[in-house]
């Protein structure tokens, strides 16, 4: 089992920046690629962006792409989301996922609790 537990959400103005962490605990954390996903009312949860387990590859949404940076910190067993240029369009619930590399990006295996992002107009 992993657990996952984020942080870091909040209101902001759009074009604000901020940053979300995830802390996992539990099995070893370098055996999992880590991902993000959001849901916004009213919508199904989709991919954000992921990161493989050597953190030497990243996976963005085209939607996030340039604006978003996913990275890891193997000493901290913590996964974070850079999110610059915020928009309207990203408000929602952001919650971070641990699972195989290979699906990491549709089905992964631990979900966190999610952390809401607001951003305004």
């Known amino acids: 089992q992993v657990q996952l537990v984020e942080s870091g959400g909040g209101l902001v103005q759009a074009g604000g920046s901020l940053r979300l962490s995830c802390a996992a605990s539990?099995?070893?954390?370098?055996?999992?690629?880590m991902g993000w996903f959001r849901q916004a009312p009213g919508k199904e949860r989709s991919f954000v962006a992921g990161?493989?387990?050597?953190?030497?590859?990243?996976y963005y949404a085209d939607s996030v792409k340039g604006r978003f940076t996913i990275s890891r910190d193997t000493a901290k067993n913590t996964v974070y989301l850079q999110m610059n240029s915020l928009k309207p369009e990203d408000t929602a619930v952001y919650y971070c996922?641990?699972?195989?590399?290979?699906?990491?990006?549709?089905?992964?295996?631990?979900w966190g609790q999610g952390t809401q992002v607001t951003v305004s107009s």
């Open positions: 539990g099995r070893s954390f370098n055996n999992y690629a």
């Open positions: 990161i493989n387990r050597s953190g030497d590859t990243t």
């Open positions: 996922a641990a699972g195989a590399e290979t699906t990491i990006r549709s089905v992964p295996s631990y």
